[in-house]
Structures are given as structure tokens and as C-alpha cells.
């Protein structure tokens, strides 16, 4: 039988062994072909070396000068010049090595790996290290101020309003003391934080109370609406490209659509107004001048994406989200935004800068999932869930041209009442007849009782 010929493995060690002889062979060859020139530049750094010893000490003083004074042709072999360089370097060792070694045993010592891999971040750099992951956060880090120091009652970034003070702010609330035609006075009915005064005058009144203006806030809540829808391609420039996303996402094209999500988020800057150039004491001494721009947003649209977005736009979803309301702008910008979220998870976050620059779109679109409306928006939400009932009816149906907003003044007005702003006798007709079925306290027994 044959046998295959296998070839015999050199013994342990043997590979080291070579390279440590090819090393040294390597070095005897360097030395024998440049020793002379080794050999001056370890003097030179001896002597380089010596020259702070010669001032502490007059043995290396006298060495330094016995170098200075040789002749340029006797030149030392290269094993002196390492010797030399070994004793002169011997005080060094103990001048910087010993201090170092003790401070390399202290930090190692009072230093663990928690310290060494932690590193401290403030909340800004908290958020700033996550806004490559979550672009959603850089309308907050780009804001001039941290939104902490921003006021809950006014600027753009308030609170949502409360009913009273929805109220309040538009005037709603009409005193009987006044003719029943002029609103109240604002500070008799919140302090100056905005907030509602517990010690107002009318407050808990149970007969010559507050009215609420129902015409007024009829205007009010049909303003809510917005525009008139005149198609994707009329939208301001912000607004088309967010509502492209959310066409995009309801299409699953979810990537692109959070690709224009981030665009938007990251290019959001603040408005500032313009300044001329000044000095100051304090660095930098001089403030160049400033043009003023309003809200600034990236929104623009290659062709690609735009073809897209028309794709998009004609798919059966699409289309069907927005035909019962193609009427008004807010309401069918609402349907496209629950077309998306019919997709899959799409927070308001993902567009927190919509808040300052739409305030009321942004609020309708963050109501969808909510039991209760914002009252700011209220009326655009009674409008389109009427809309969505005609829809179920008539699925011809374009929406609504005239502003169905009576059941969000009912709600202002029975919300008005249960806080104790609007007494039982100064409740309209249309709230009065269906107390029981509003679940109130039955105003004719109030008014009886007076």
C-alpha cells in the first residue's frame, strides 16, 4: 500500500530563534556599515543631556567640557557612546522615572474601570449625543434657550389652553353686569400666570353669573379649520413636505418618509429679528449685524421624491383618507396624517417643530388617539368627525363647506359650566335642554331654587 509522503514540522522554538539571529545579524551588519555615524549621534545626545546636569553638579561639568574639548576626528566606538549615554541618562531616571512611576501606581490604585469608561454629560449633551439617532430632538437643541426657561402661558411653545382660559383669551365670558355685551375683565379671571384664580369673583356663582358668548366662539372654533384645501401642490412649502412624509409612510415607503422627517427636524432654526452691529466690553467686542429671517426649514424637494410623493398621493389609502375631506386644508392634512398612522407608529414628536410654526395643526394631529380635544382645535375636530360620518353615508362625499363647530361650543359651554364659571341661569337654550343628557346637574332646578 502506498503511503503519502508528509513533511516533518520544524521543532518548538525554532521560528523565534531564527528571527532573534536574523535581528542580531541585522544589527552587526548596521553596526559594522554605520557605526561611525551611531556613534556621533549617541554623543551628541549625551552631550545634549549634560548640559542641565553640568549646572547641579561639577563632576558632569568637567565631562561636558572634556567632550567640548576633544578633537573632532577622535571619535568614540559606538559601544563607549552607549556607554556614556547609559551613565549620563542614570540621574534622569531617578529625576522623572521615579515621580511617574509613583503617579502611575496612585492612578492605578484610585482608578477603576467605571471611572476610566464614564464620562459626564449635562441634559443639552445628554441630548445632543442622541440626535444623530433621533433627529426628532433638534428642534429642542437649536432652539436659542432651553424650552425649560420658556413660559407655559405664552410664546410659541405654551402650554395647550385650558377651556377658561381659551376663554379668557378670546373673550368668550360675558358679565350680566355689563349688559351682557362686553367680556370680562381678564384679571378677574386669571392671575398673572395665566392660570385661574381661585378667590375670582365668579367663580362658583349659582345665578347672576358668567354667559359664554356662543357667536363668538362659533367664529372661533370655524377659524379652527383653516384655509380652503386647493390641493398638495398649493401648500406652503413646510407643509407640503411634511404632508409628502406622511403620505410616504401610509404608502410604506418608510424610510423615505422618515428620511424627510429628519431633514425637516435638523434644519429647523429659530426666528431671530435684525440687529446692527455693536460693541461691547466683553469678548467679542464687536456683535457683527444680523439680517432677520423668519422660521427657517429645509423644504426642498428633488424630483425623485416629488415623483414619489405624486405616487403616493394617487394610491387607493391615499385617496381614500382624503376624499371626505377635501375642503378645508387642516382637516385634509389631518386625514393624511391618519392615513400614516394607520401604518404604523408616527408620535407628534417626529415633528415637534410644527408646534411654534402651525400651532393648530400640530395640536389636531396630536389629539388623534385622544378621548378629549384640545379646546384649541376643537372645532376642527367636530367638523371632521362630521365629515367622517358623511363619509360612511355617501362615499362621494368631498367633505363639508359649512364649519359644523355647534357641538364644540356645546362642549366649551358645558366644560365652563362644570368648573363653576357659568351659572345655571345664564346656560343657553341649547345647553339647558339637554342637561340629563349631558350628565349635568339640572340647571331648571338651580334656577327654581333662586
Known amino acids: ?42 554623543l551628541d545626545l549625551a552631550r545634549l543631556l549634560l548640559v542641565p546636569l553640568a549646572y547641579a553638579s561639577d563632576h558632569y561639568a568637567a565631562v561636558l567640557a572634556r567632550l ?38 496612585a492612578l492605578g490604585w484610585r482608578t477603576s474601570v467605571a471611572d476610566v469608561y464614564r464620562r459626564t454629560l449635562t441634559m443639552k449633551g445628554l441630548l445632543a449625543t442622541q440626535k444623530p439617532f433621533s433627529a426628532c430632538i433638534a428642534p429642542i437643541l437649536n432652539w436659542p434657550v432651553s424650552l425649560l426657561e420658556e413660559p407655559l402661558d405664552r410664546g410659541p411653545w405654551r402650554a395647550g389652553r385650558q377651556p377658561v382660559q381659551l376663554a379668557v383669551d378670546h373673550g368668550l365670558l360675558l358679565s350680566p353686569a355689563q349688559g351682557g355685551g362686553r367680556p370680562v375683565a381678564r384679571e ?60 410616504l409612510f401610509a404608502s410604506d415607503h418608510k424610510n423615505e418618509a422618515q428620511a424627510l422627517l429628519d431633514e425637516l427636524s435638523l434644519s429647523f432654526r429659530a426666528p431671530e429679528k435684525a440687529r446692527k452691529a455693536r460693541w461691547q466690553w466683553t469678548p467679542p467686542f464687536r456683535i457683527p449685524a444680523q439680517k432677520g429671517h423668519p422660521y427657517l426649514l429645509d423644504t426642498h424637494l428633488n424630483a425623485a421624491t416629488r415623483a414619489l410623493c405624486e405616487q403616493a398621493l394617487n394610491s387607493p389609502l391615499v385617496q381614500k383618507a382624503l376624499r371626505p375631506h377635501s375642503t378645508w386644508r387642516n382637516l385634509a392634512l389631518l386625514a393624511l396624517y391618519e392615513a400614516a398612522r394607520s401604518k404604523g407608529v408616527l408620535p407628534t414628536a417626529e415633528f415637534i417643530w410644527l408646534r411654534p410654526v402651525h400651532r393648530e395643526l400640530f395640536y389636531l394631529c396630536n389629539n388623534v388617539g385622544r378621548r378629549t380635544a384640545w379646546p384649541e382645535i376643537a372645532g376642527a375636530l367636530a367638523h371632521y368627525q362630521a365629515e367622517e360620518v358623511l363619509g360612511h353615508m355617501d362615499a362621494a362625499s368631498r367633505g363639508i363647506v359649512e364649519p359644523q363647530v355647534e357641538e364644540a361650543v356645546t362642549s366649551l359651554e358645558v366644560a365652563l359650566y362644570e368648573e363653576g364659571w357659568i351659572s345655571p341661569d345664564a346656560l343657553s337654550e341649547q345647553v339647558a335642554g339637554k342637561s340629563r343628557n349631558l350628565g349635568l346637574d339640572d340647571p331648571e332646578s338651580a334656577r327654581r331654587e333662586v
Open 188 to 247: 378677574d379671571i386669571v392671575g398673572p400666570d395665566n392660570l385661574a384664580r381661585a378667590d375670582s369673583p365668579w367663580l362658583g356663582r349659582t345665578h347672576k353669573g358668567l354667559a359664554l358668548d356662543r357667536e363668538r366662539a362659533r367664529r372661533l372654533f370655524a377659524a379652527q379649520l383653516g384655509p380652503r384645501w386647493a390641493g398638495w401642490h398649493k401648500l406652503p412649502p413646510e407643509l407640503a413636505k411634511l404632508s409628502c412624509a406622511w403620505m
Open 1 to 42: 500500500m502506498a503511503r503519502s509522503k508528509t513533511s516533518e514540522a520544524p521543532p518548538s522554538g525554532a521560528g523565534p530563534l531564527l528571527i532573534c539571529t536574523g535581528i542580531c545579524l541585522a544589527l552587526a551588519l548596521a553596526s559594522a556599515r554605520f557605526g561611525p555615524d551611531l556613534a556621533r549621534l549617541l
Open 68 to 105: 567640548a574639548s576633544a578633537p573632532s576626528w577622535q571619535q568614540p566606538e559606538p559601544g563607549q557612546a552607549l556607554a556614556l549615554l547609559q551613565a549620563v541618562c542614570r540621574p534622569y531616571v531617578f529625576c522623572v522615572g521615579l515621580p511617574l512611576s509613583f503617579l502611575y501606581i
